[in-house]
């Protein structure tokens, strides 16, 4: 395959970067000196060498402990567990600081595609209700109907552990269809306060 096609269809699977974007991308890289594109690779190398997820909650972090600094951290409150898709929504949720829990981040939400959940870490999810002590287990997905099924999907597997655990989920007021990543911390702020 040509190089620049090739590059471009490995752009092209980045998050929200269409056909176009990824285009662009390789144009700009091919009118950038060569000590840029060192760079580049250098910094692509290093972010999988040293970067490693948590093994509690899979938020990536760089270090050599086990667990990030949010489950490291004795302060926080270690009977809520805050199930989000992503890393992108924790850092959404942290801004806010109005959550001082832990969280998990399951890694996806169904899809059109995949239906059956074989994509999200729903076994560490289990295992990690099993073994912690929770009190409260936030389900914060968001509001698209992909978040809102990938919700049911988890309670299911919440409840397959404990049928007694409260679940709550994100008090409305998120905008519809929109995602928690680019929610306005008053309103994340509020949705959680709100939780039922
Ligand atoms: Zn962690």
């Known amino acids: 395959m040509d190089s620049i096609k090739k590059l471009a269809d490995l752009f092209g699977k980045f998050p929200t970067v269409g056909q176009r974007t990824a285009s662009r991308f390789v144009f700009y890289l091919i009118n950038q000196p060569k000590e840029k594109i060192d760079e580049l690779i250098g910094s692509l190398q290093e972010l999988k060498n040293n970067i490693k997820l948590c093994r509690f909650c899979f938020n990536p972090f760089e270090s050599n402990e ?58 560490a999810l289990k295992e990690r209700v099993k073994e912690g002590n929770f009190l409260e287990i936030i389900i914060a997905l968001n509001p698209t109907p992909e978040g809102r099924s990938t919700s049911v999907l988890v309670e299911r597997a919440v409840k397959e552990i404990s049928q007694t655990l409260k679940i709550t989920h994100l008090a409305q007021g998120l905008p519809v269809g929109g995602e928690l990543e680019y929610a306005d911390e008053e309103t994340l702020e509020s949705a959680f306060e709100g939780r039922k």
């Not at 600094?69 to 801004?95: F, P």
């Open 66 to 123: 086990a667990f990030c600094i949010i489950c490291q951290n004795a302060s926080r409150n270690k009977q809520l567990l805050c199930v989000i898709e992503k890393e992108a929504d924790l850092i959404s949720i942290e801004n806010t600081k109005k959550y001082n829990g832990l969280y998990f981040i399951l890694g996806g939400t169904l899809t059109l595609r995949k239906t059956d959940g074989s994509n999200l870490r729903l076994q």
